[in-house]
């Protein structure tokens, strides 16, 4: 797997994240632990991005 490879896949799991998060805080009743989860999956992904290409 290439870097840029990791990068794309590394992005699309963030968006898809950013996505269930979406869908879970417009429910009638979300559920603050599987967005906390969420959050920190895609806070885990971003640093992983960080990581490798630094800004």
Do not use: F, N
């Not at 870097?3 to 992005?11: A, C, F, G, N, P």
């Not at 869908?23 to 992983?48: A, F, N, Q």
């Amino acid at each position: 797997m290439s870097l840029q490879d990791r990068l794309d896949s590394l992005k699309a799991k963030h968006a898809d994240l950013e996505s269930a998060i979406e869908v879970e805080t417009r429910r009638p009743y979300p559920d603050t632990t599987v967005i906390g989860d969420l959050k920190r999956k895609k806070l885990r992904i971003k640093d992983e991005l960080e990581r490798i290409v630094p800004h």
